[in-house]
Structures are given as structure tokens and as C-alpha cells.
């Protein structure tokens, strides 16, 4: 009669054998689904693209809107954003490729939900119409760089670095100790930049004067009803009022048919999820967000 102790390695052995097949068959759905276009039927439609929190990385938002511009039937675009900002290139290089898809013909309808603040305002800045809920939180129109100083907590615990570097700025926002009035001032002129980058960019998308924008642009946060005042918004509404307005934009009138792909997670995502962030990163965000 077996032991129970061979019962138990039988198990494992067999939970093992159908971890490995549940692997593969992970594996081998990703390959056959890789690079499929969303499944559209004849007929104009208008496609949905969601930005949900944290903005960190572009590609699959891009991806999606690369598909709707070489799809004929997708007549109009409505961009769901519900996030409070994220890392700067990465807001950047969606605005971008949205000011392309709007070169290329296609209507583009934001629509706010909770929060559309900072570098997630600067995203939607880029359609035609900007439709926001009289109560989300927007504006927050600024940049941020926040740098963790561990280094009294190193002191307790006992611990040094020693750093060899090759210029007296490599180092700048490390960690472990505190940065220099030099540095400050380095990081300081950077912020400025790329803050005057995010209300050109206001400007000329919303046509406001840019004394006005500046008014605004302290990073204070505003509702959609003050957003409205302010012509930083243009139409309050919620989520289907956006679609009725991208689908008259379009000709296609209320109502339209919508297609919304399926964003599928790799395989190393599913398993291993995770962030990596650097110590120093500049945001378009809003950081009650977070």
C-alpha cells in the first residue's frame, strides 16, 4: 500500500506537469493573438481608447490608436482618461501620436471621468472636443520631481556609500544623501523647461493667451464646472454624451456603433508583474493621485 508521503509527491509532481501545461498554453495563445486588430464588422463606427492611472509607458495606448488610423470604418476616436498624470515623455509621445491621428482626418472626443489632472489633461488637450463630468478633478497644469532622502536613515542603520563618479553631477538625485544648492538649481532650470513646454502646449491647443494660461498653470487643480468657466474644458457630460458627440462629429450621428480592443497582457505581465521606477523622475502628475 503506498505511503501517504508518495501520495503527496505524486501531487506535487502533478500540480507541477499542469503548471508547466497551463504555461505553454499561456505561451502559445499569446504568439496566435499577438498583432491582431481588433475584430471591426463593415460600417462606421468610433473607437474607444482608455488611459487609466498612472501614466508610465505610451506603447499600448499608441498601438491602439496606430490601429484606428489605418481603419477606415473607425471614423472618430473617444479618449476615456481617468488618470491623475504620469512620467512626462510618456504623456508627450501620446499627445503626439493623438495630434497625428487628428492630422489624419479622424475626430477626437475626450472624455474625463474622476480625475484628468495634469499629465493627464496634457493628453487630452490634443482632441477636438474635451467633454468633462461637472465634478472631475482637472487642471493641475505643472511638473514635479520628487527625490527620496534616505540618508539619516543610512546613518542609523550604520551603513555608507562610497561613490566614484565621473562628473560632479552624475550622482544628481541619488538617494543617500542630500542635493547640493548646485544641483537644486540644475534640477530647478529643467523643471522650468519642461513646464514651459506644458503651457506652450495649452496655449496653442486651447488658443488661450498665455498670460491667462499662466494664471492657471500654478498646479492647482480645478472641477469640470470651473474648468468650463476657464475654456479649458468645452462641453460638460459623462461617458456616453462623449460617444454621441464623437459619433455626430464623424456623420455617423447618436448612438454609434463603438469598438474598444482587448488589451492582452504578456505572458512575463501575468506572472511577474511589476514597476520599475528610477529615483529621479519628472511627472506630469497630480500627487494626491498617486
Request: hydrophobic share 40%; net charge positive.
Amino acid at each position: 500500500m503506498p505511503k501517504k508521503q508518495d501520495w503527496v509527491i505524486g501531487g506535487l509532481i502533478l500540480l507541477c506537469v499542469l503548471f508547466a501545461l497551463f504555461l505553454i498554453s499561456a505561451a502559445f495563445l499569446q504568439i496566435a493573438t499577438k498583432g491582431r486588430s481588433p475584430s471591426i464588422p463593415g460600417g462606421k463606427k468610433v473607437g474607444i481608447v482608455e488611459v487609466k492611472g498612472t501614466i508610465t509607458s505610451s506603447s499600448s495606448v499608441i498601438k491602439e490608436l496606430d490601429k484606428y488610423r489605418e481603419d477606415k470604418s473607425v471614423r472618430a476616436i473617444v479618449l476615456r482618461v481617468n488618470s491623475p498624470g504620469g512620467t512626462v515623455a510618456a504623456c508627450q509621445e501620446i499627445y503626439e501620436e493623438l495630434c497625428k491621428l487628428r492630422g489624419s482626418g479622424k475626430k477626437i472626443v475626450v472624455s474625463m471621468g474622476n480625475v484628468a489632472a495634469s499629465g493627464g489633461y496634457y493628453i487630452a488637450v490634443a482632441a477636438d472636443t474635451i467633454v468633462a463630468n461637472p465634478g472631475t478633478v482637472t487642471g493641475s497644469i505643472g511638473v514635479i520631481a520628487q527625490i527620496p532622502n534616505a540618508e539619516e536613515l543610512l546613518k542609523k542603520m550604520g551603513l555608507d556609500l562610497e561613490v566614484v563618479k565621473s562628473g560632479k553631477y552624475k550622482d544628481i538625485g541619488s538617494p543617500v544623501r542630500k542635493i547640493t544648492s548646485d544641483e537644486y538649481r540644475l534640477l530647478q532650470g529643467i523643471i522650468d523647461d519642461v513646464y514651459d513646454q506644458f503651457v506652450e502646449t495649452v496655449v496653442s491647443e486651447r488658443n488661450l493667451p498665455r498670460k491667462e494660461v499662466l494664471k492657471l498653470a500654478d498646479g492647482r487643480i480645478f472641477t469640470g464646472r470651473q474648468a468650463l468657466k476657464y475654456n479649458l474644458v468645452d462641453v460638460l457630460g459623462n461617458y456616453k454624451d462623449a460617444i454621441d458627440l464623437a459619433g455626430k462629429m464623424a456623420g455617423i450621428g447618436e448612438n454609434p456603433p463603438v469598438v474598444k480592443p482587448k488589451r492582452r497582457r504578456s505572458l512575463f505581465d501575468f506572472l511577474f508583474k511589476s514597476s520599475i521606477s528610477q529615483h529621479l523622475t519628472l511627472s506630469y502628475l497630480l500627487p494626491i493621485g498617486r
